[in-house]
């Protein structure tokens, strides 16, 4: 059977049919779109509104991530094409950079929806076409940077015509070849202009007038003062104004007539000449002083310049160039530095001078000839050179004072090694020195300082103590990065103090800054402050101070969150406090730290504790001695040794009675018990410590052995008795035998009445045995005494003995 096909023509829009393929093609494109953002590369590097995307081998444009973004970098990838869609997820995008890929092609409406983009780097690209397209609704562009692309016009004109608002514009690049009359049209606001015309071969006049005056403009002209100085003129004739800085850079300066050019700057009233990354002659250099000395520069600077030998040429008569003020030399190589005409470039320009830099150019001496030369010098920054000591005592020609106008010097990061301040006292105008980064070590215990001296920075210098050799009349001293423990010197007129990066353990005595306004002490080793401290500094309004390792007690963490912080700004955000002890709390801000009652009162709580527990001991110790604890526990374990031993039988009984007596009833015990009942017939064999105890041996085994190998034990019981202590543990011994074999074989012997509440309640077998059985006093009438020992004999016979005694008498 064929298959049939059925034509469906949708007439409006409640057709079945047609709705059922509006939504399927609804469907297709959402999945399309689906698969499209699931293809798109995710970046790596996201942080709150800024996402870093560089070198991450990307082919497209990223896709966005759920959070709004400000800023996106995808610099150093892989991008070849800049499609309509890339962006749509951007809106809110205020920089874009994209330098460093292979972009070769932007569609038109790549960049409409980014209509708040501030910033955009397309620069170091593959671009060979500019369209004014691409910027039309960027209405807030201030930075635009197309340098180093492959375009060699900049389009058909008008293509920054949208960008009322831009300020920075960089362009060109080494394929630019042609500039015409309209390129730079509607730029009206623009402030810097960075235009690489290396290898420029046309430029129409008037084409960078349109956007005149500029603030600064930097030209990167090399082939056209090298081989068409015609053009460089016409450029230079439409970028140069009054208030214009000029800046050449990447361009070489080899012959006097590659300088000529510069003639029409000067003639047109410019007053700043920046020369960067530039290589020059020697006879160049003589020709640009000749030029400026007709001129109204006023600042000249030369920055990763490097000057080559070449011959110098004829005789010249050094030329004044009382129109400069400010010379800045930055990072300048200087070849054959030692045959280099050093005086002849510097004597024009001694007099008139007033602020010299020469930073990083391994600048080593400036004569004292020199320095004569420098009478209206206000500025000196010399700093990230190879000054010595001896230099500089040179250059300031021994403290004889010259250099008399000079403001502020700068000479960080040298090779001092000593602080000699008195080359600096005859300079009443000085108010500012900056000797940091050098390696001082030890300061002097007296120096002598300028006497308006307010500004010294002596930060990073190895410094271990700070002296008295500070100036009194500071205002403002650094003594960051250094070595010190303490820092109290008295400076009252002190109003900045920077003490970070040292190894401080407490803040400064208030007292001594009076006038402090600003402290900063972070990254030392203090462990905490409080508000006296604070009060101290009659007028602080800043502090900074963190990074310490603080330690967090209650009264600090309380005083950091309290109203009495607020007498001053942590303007280090005192969030960035950060707990080193105790070590539950490490790692935590100071600000969250929430302590318990014992850590806030630790001492108190000891204290407590320990009365606590000596408290405890002596409640325990007094029920142990009240309910007798410690007998009960002495007697246990002098029981469980009994037991262990192996019972003696009744027919191995070595003895008779073992007599239990207090030392101070023995002459009683010698003198009537012993002759009596070892001396009758039968004799009574007794057990006697003093006689029959084991040499040596400990006191409680040789009780328990004596009373264990006796058939009866004898107590003598007398006042002196109660107190004995050996006798208490004859009669506690005995108790527990009672109470363990269940026998009777205690005899009592009153020798004076006493009292049974006496004797201990612990003994409550005894206590008994004495309420239920007749004990044998000690009569005081001679009369009974015979019978006395009757009774006794026949309480301590062994019954073996009675049976032996009957049985002799039946068989006589």
Known sequence: MAPVYVKCEARNLHDPCKIRIMTSLIFVLLLLSRSVSLLRQQCHHCEQTFCNCSRQNLRKVPAAPPKLLNGLDVSFNQMEEIENSDFLAYVNLRSLIMHNNRIKQIHGEAFVPLIHLEKLDLSSNQLEMLSPIWFKNLFCLQYLNLLGNKYTTLGSGNLFQPLRGLKTLHVGGPFLVSVSRNDFSGLIGLEELFFDGRNLQEYTGGSLREIRPISHVILGLN?????????????????????????????????????????????????????????????????????LSKSSVSMLALEDTQFLK????????????????????????????????????????????????????????????????LINLEFLDISDNIISDFALREMMCDGSGVLCNLQTI???????????????????????????????????????????????????????????????????????????????????FLTELHISENMIGSLPSGCLYPHLVFLSIQENNVQTFSSSELHDFKVLETLEASGNPYVCSCDFAAFMTSDQISLVTIRDDVRSYIC??????????????????????????????????????????????????????????????????????KGVLHYDAFVSYSEMDSAWVEAHLVPTLEQSEPPVRLCLHKRDFVPGG??????????????????????????????????????????????????????????????????????????????????????????FWQSLRAAIRRPEVVNDNTRNNNAG
């Open 310 to 373: 070449t011959p110098v040429g004829g005789s010249r008569v050094p030329v004044r160039l009382d129109s400069i003020r400010s010379v800045i030399v930055k990072n300048v190589e200087i070849a054959w530095f030692y045959s280099f005409p050093a005086l002849i470039l510097m004597q024009p320009l001694l007099r008139g001078v007033r602020q010299v830099s020469v930073i990083k150019s391994t600048l080593f001496a400036i004569p004292c000839a020199a320095s004569t030369h």
């Open 223 to 291: 082939e056209p003062f090298l081989r068409d100085q015609k053009l460089a003129e016409a450029i230079l004739l439409d970028a140069a104004h009054p208030n214009t800085t000029l800046t050449f850079t990447d361009t070489s300066f080899l012959t006097d007539s590659q300088v000529i050019p510069l003639n029409v700057v000067f003639n047109l009233g410019t007053t700043g000449v920046i020369f960067k990354n530039v290589n020059m002659s020697v006879a160049a250099c003589m020709s640009l002083l000749t030029l």
């Open 580 to 649: 080193d002890s105790p070590g539950a709390v490490r790692g935590q801000r100071v600000v969250g730290v929430r302590l318990s009652v014992f850590e806030c009162h630790t001492a108190l709580s000891f204290s407590l504790l320990c009365t606590g527990i000596l408290a405890l001991c002596l409640l325990t110790a007094g029920l142990c001695h009240k309910f007798s604890v410690v007998w009960y526990m002495r007697m246990t374990w002098a029981w469980l040794r009994a037991k262990s031993k192996p019972k003696l039988k």
């Open 410 to 492: 700068n000479i960080s990061r040298n090779h001092l090694h000593s602080i000699d301040s008195h080359l600096f006292t005859k300079l009443e105008k000085l108010k500012n020195i900056d000797m940091s980064g050098n390696m001082f070590s030890l300061m002097p215990e007296a120096c002598q300082w300028p006497p308006n001296l307010q500004f010294l920075n002596l930060s990073s210098s190895h410094l271990t103590t700070a002296t008295r050799c500070l100036p009194v009349t500071l205002q403002v001293l650094d003594l960051s990065r250094n070595k010190l423990t303490v820092f109290n010197i008295d400076l009252p």
């Open 698 to 787: 400990w006191v409680l085994d040789n009780i328990m052995d004596a009373i264990e190998k006796s058939h009866t034990t004898l107590f003598i019981l007398s006042q002196n008795f109660v107190r004995s202590e050996w006798c208490k543990y004859e009669l506690n011994y005995t108790h527990f035998r009672l109470f363990d074999q269940n026998n009777d074989t205690v005899v009592l012997i009153l020798l004076e009445p006493i009292d049974k509440k006496n004797i201990p309640k612990r003994f409550c077998r005894l206590r008994r045995v004495m309420n239920s059985r007749t004990y044998l006093e000690w009569p005081h009438d001679e009369n009974q005494i015979p019978a």
